[in-house]
């Protein structure tokens, strides 16, 4: 299709509103599929579930403003305004309101999926430090910039209408917000995709397995490539003589890093609707079947210390490894994930439901009399 106005001139507007629903209809897909899992297998949501929804209200909305902006012509040269310049301060309006959506999408998406992270780490602090970590730098960046983009002009609709004499930032002043804001942004993707493996790596499953928990959790690298190319197209900011035009470019980047971002978080969780009835855990009601199936991970150590402390025993019951591991012919269970056979639990059969403790007491007299043990 060619997608040339009147003047001959080149007309982003199309692809503009293609780029900004199909990616919207994908989204809400696989967001639909996350909570079909969450409610209907499940049966029950957490943080990062709600954090999810957020970030997809924010990407809807970034494609209603997208629309809005793209009807008062979003996407064509400042030049072709000529006849109609209230249409170009409206489309320009609208795809600065619209900057809120763009930064704020991403930003909750990343935090949602370091929400899970959180929830399928071992209890080690550092891991969860350097989360929480990774969850306010994001939040608090984002705010910063999207305060800074709005207030960079007083009164704010001098930012969009040049006609009113406003006092405004210079253009870089946005600029370097938007670098700051979106290189950290592409280092969090980085780093949330690559953090899965510290974790599935060391688990005593097949090799197999590790490298599909490591690549379906790892997705948030596709994201950070096109968190890259916004950055290098946020010079756009910079050409204040065509915004309708280069602004255009700029909002079909930030629109494509926002919805990565939320498939990438949400792809991992919807692993449990590809597995057939027979293959699905027997009661998946149980308050045991929730991500936080790394809880166990500290129980795998104690036999550094059996005499002095007592071992509890997990459920032996198919953990989130399996909802999203590729081998269906091998369930890990927890038993198997975290080496428990090494640390000396015993008795439970592998459809028990609950936890046992097992004490073995060892008391020693200065006449060397030890009682035997309870």
Known sequence: MDNTNSNGLEDLGPAVLGVAWTFAGISMLIVSLRFYVRLGIVRKLTLDDYTTLLTLLFSLGNSVFLTISTSWGLGRHIETFSSEPLSAINAVKWV????????????????????????????????????????????????????????????????????????????????YAGYLQSAV?????????????????????????????????????????????????????????????????????????????????????????????????????????????????????????????????????????NDISGDENHQTTQREAYGMDAVGARGVGDHSVGIRKDITVSITFDQDLQLAPA
């Not at 970590?133 to 608090?140: M, P, R």
């Not at 001098?158 to 405004?168: Q, R, V």
């Not at 599935?200 to 596709?222: A, D, H, P, T, Y």
Request: glycine letters at 4%.
């Open 96 to 175: 600065f309101l619209c900057e809120l959506f763009g930064i704020m999408s991403p930003g909750f998406g990343r935090i949602s999926f370091a929400i899970l992270l959180l929830n399928l780490s071992p209890p080690s602090k550092a891991r969860r430090r350097f989360l929480w970590a990774v969850i306010w730098i994001q939040f608090v960046l984002d705010v910063g910039t999207v305060i800074l983009i709005y207030a960079q002009c007083q009164p704010i609709d001098g930012f969009w209408n040049k006609s009113i004499n406003a006092k405004c930032l210079p253009p870089y002043a946005q600029v």
């Open 185 to 321: 942004g592409s280092l969090v993707d980085l780093v949330l995709a690559v953090f899965p493996s510290t974790l599935f790596w060391n688990l005593n499953m097949q090799w197999k397995q590790k490298v599909f928990l490591s690549g379906i959790m790892g997705l948030e690298v596709v994201a950070m490539i096109a968190s890259i190319v916004k950055i290098v197209q946020l010079r756009a900011i910079t050409q204040v003589t065509d915004l309708t035009y280069t602004m255009a470019i700029l909002a079909i980047w930030w629109t494509i890093e926002a919805n990565l971002v939320l498939i990438a978080v949400s792809i991992p969780t919807i692993r449990p609707i590809l597995k057939t009835p027979k293959n699905l855990p027997h009661d998946r009601s149980n308050p045991s079947d929730n991500l936080n199936a790394f809880y166990s991970w500290k129980l795998a150590q104690a036999n550094k210390s059996l005499e002095n402390r007592g071992l509890f025993e997990p459920i032996y019951e198919p953990t989130f490894i």
